[in-house]
């Protein structure tokens, strides 16, 4: 059996996550590429940067699939000088194809959120802010969640530390630790734009990435809600094995023999912590 083309490949990939279900500021896409060659290999990545690409150089990857695009905005040069130049020379030299799946992941059934909800065990009920455009109500922003056997929210943070990649932030919380969660929402990256709709939802607790000082604190200003922060990579990268496997299956039913991988490459950027050790409190922490 011959191996399938890029564009055989990217047929497949488009179809699990259609371009036009992206956002309109999104940039999703194949990327670098010659749609007749030939793929053998492919490499899944939360992160486009030099890091992946050197990784999928030594694996001998064909493709690299991303779920944060290369460029968001327009550019005038892909000289090797710049950091994505370096990216795109490195990747054409060494016959790299490079496709993005963003926010056409993130709505997608299943996509990063339940790969999210998967990893930390919990049962996914419904989006967090439905897609009107999907009849069966199935795709959509974040996901709201169940667990089997409630947890309290130190559990939870605890959970979360175990299951998700090792960062140097490891799983911020905000909230009573004590407080029993049973209806958890998440949303896989940035997530602090999401508080209404958290809030509408009822849920007990909210895990997502990067969420800032003044929506969190409005949010527990408001509300018991519990928040639990991870890094934005850690929270992506469930993602990466949920879509492995996707295609993996596609390659199965095509006789395509496909080898995919997931980047083992942390790409969070941040890479130590210190816990606070000042000898004067300004009183305990809530
Ligand atoms: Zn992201």
């Known amino acids: 059996m011959p191996l399938p083309r890029l564009s055989d490949v990217i047929a497949a990939l488009e179809n699990l996550w259609p371009a036009e279900r992206a956002e309109s500021w999104d940039a999703v896409g194949t990327v670098v590429g010659e749609p007749g060659q030939e793929v053998g290999r492919v490499l899944f990545a939360v992160d486009p ?16 699939v991303t779920h944060h695009p290369l460029y968001l905005r327009g550019t005038t040069t892909v000289a090797a000088s710049t950091f994505k130049g370096r990216v795109v020379h490195t990747l054409i030299k060494n016959d790299i194809a490079l496709h993005v799946a ?11 959120s339940d790969a999210l909800a998967g990893a930390l065990g919990l049962r996914v009920v419904r989006p967090l802010v439905p897609d009107r455009a999907d009849p069966d109500g199935r795709r959509g922003l974040g996901r709201i969640c169940e667990l089997d056997h409630p947890l309290t929210v130190g559990e939870l943070a605890a959970r ?10 490891g799983i911020r919380v905000a909230g009573d630790p004590d407080a029993v969660v049973r209806t958890v929402a998440v949303s896989g990256g940035s997530g602090d734009s999401l508080f209404d709709h958290v809030r509408a939802a009822g849920v007990d607790a909210f895990l997502t990435a990067d969420l800032r000082h003044h929506p969190t604190s409005e949010a527990r200003a408001h509300s018991p809600l ?17 879509a492995a496997a996707q295609l993996d299956e596609i390659s199965d039913r095509n006789g395509w023999g496909l080898r995919v991988h997931v980047s083992r490459t942390v790409t969070d950027p941040w890479t130590a ?14």
Do not use: K
């Open 49 to 64: 940067v030099q890091d992946v690409v050197d990784e999928a150089v030594r694996l001998g990857a064909d493709l690299l």
């Open 102 to 112: 963003h926010t056409n992941a993130d709505t997608a059934d299943p996509g990063v």
């Open 160 to 169: 979360a530390a175990e299951r998700l990649p090792a960062t140097a932030q």
């Open 226 to 242: 519990a928040l639990l922060d991870a890094a934005h990579w850690a929270t992506e990268w469930p993602w990466c094995e949920l």
């Open 273 to 286: 912590h210190a816990a606070s050790t000042a000898t004067e409190s300004l009183g305990a922490p809530n």
